[in-house]
């Protein structure tokens, strides 16, 4: 069976483009169809000195794997011309466009999954369209409550439970509605999705010191910890809460599936740090696969051909293996 792999390069001055284009150079086991302006690829080629051969994708025809140096393409128009490394509010709509193309057709079945390279959350606010982020985007185009963001890489997977909110809102956030969802998606998908029959989850606290009974802040004991307590009641495996800065060493980390942080910056830069260029973002919980790179728009880097591959190539990787499995699954 040849999957459909649809491809948001994301912000238009970024380096998402410069490696989609370079990332085609190679065979790939799947139709991959850029959502995107085709001016935009063929111009970041040449900047880039690649030839490259744009096939108009038609749905209707069967799936049709492209030979390298070529690309799919479901032809969505910029706002304006691209200028490398230089936002433009103009193509915050583009941006947009893309990914409410990629949402709709996966919802409907055209696509297997969605890859999406990066966006400036900044210039598409900043072009009037309120915008945190594609987790929260795309729960949003396919009315899903909950949705997690976990990334992954060798050897650690980090899922959050508040994601593009301020470090003011986090404390709020975390209510034992809330953990329990999340906590169930990931243990769900942890086992449906990477084989694991009873996912082991350590759990940060929020606190300092997991909150120092209580002396350092009172969500560890107010809201976290009756929620494991309940949660393992049912059938998880959560271990936690545990201090945030010292749950991340392989003592701990060597007897469990995944971390779940209770903020972004809680959990996201150790994940980097070990990581960094050989992650990927998967979105759980939503009705269809999404992966992503680990990396922004990286906008001091486009047009140079320095950008890595290495984080957007496992996505596609990630994205249709999901999507094999799922298909076999049905
Ligand atoms: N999946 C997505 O859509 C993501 C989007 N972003 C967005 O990206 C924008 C810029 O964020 P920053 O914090 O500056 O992070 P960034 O990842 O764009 O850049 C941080 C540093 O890493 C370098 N870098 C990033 N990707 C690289 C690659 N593939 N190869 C080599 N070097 C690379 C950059 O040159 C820069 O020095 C923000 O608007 C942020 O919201 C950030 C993370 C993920
Ligand atoms: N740090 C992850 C990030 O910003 C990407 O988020 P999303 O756009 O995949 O929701």
Not at 75 to 86: F, R, S, T, Y
Not at 212 to 229: A, F, K, N
């Amino acid at each position: 069976m040849t999957l459909r792999i649809a491809i948001t390069p994301g912000e238009p001055a970024g380096i998402g483009p410069d490696l989609l284009l370079k990332l085609i150079q190679h065979d790939w086991p799947a139709q991959l169809i850029a959502i995107a302006d085709a001016k935009l690829l063929q111009q970041r080629a040449e900047q880039l000195g690649l030839n490259i051969n744009l096939i108009p994708f038609d749905e209707s025809a069967a799936p049709a794997i492209a030979p390298a140096g070529s690309i799919y393409i479901h032809q969505v128009d910029l706002g304006a011309d691209v200028e490398l490394g230089v936002l433009n509010d103009a193509n915050g709509q583009y941006v947009l466009d893309t990914l409410r193309i990629a949402s709709e057709k996966n919802m409907d079945g055209t696509f297997d999954a969605v890859v999406t390279g990066p966006v400036h959350k900044g210039i598409i606010n900043q072009a009037g369209i309120s915008f945190s982020g594609h987790t929260e985007y795309f729960a949003q185009q396919s009315n899903t409550a909950d949705v997690v963001m976990m990334l992954a890489t060798e050897g650690l997977r980090v899922a959050l439970v508040t994601t593009h909110i301020p470090l003011a809102y986090v404390s709020r956030a975390i209510t034992a509605e809330r953990l329990t969802k999340v906590a169930g998606i990931l243990n769900h998908d942890l086992q449906t999705k990477f084989g694991i029959e009873k996912p082991r989850i350590l759990v940060c606290g929020l606190n300092p010191h997991a909150g120092e009974d209580g002396h350092l802040g009172r969500e560890e004991i107010d809201t976290i910890t009756p929620t494991i307590e309940q949660l393992n009641t049912d059938g998880m495996n959560l271990i936690g809460p545990l201090p945030a800065d010292t749950l991340f060493q392989d003592k701990y980390l060597s007897q469990a599936d995944a971390v779940l942080a209770m903020y972004h910056d809680q959990g996201l830069p150790v994940l980097k740090y070990k990581g960094f260029g050989k992650s990927v973002n998967i979105t759980l919980g939503l009705p269809f696969i999404r992966t992503s790179v680990d990396h922004g728009t990286a906008l001091d880097l486009a047009g140079t051909g320095d950008a890595e591959v290495g984080s957007f190539e496992l996505a596609i990787r990630e994205a249709i293996k999901l999507a094999h499995e799922k298909a076999q699954n049905q």
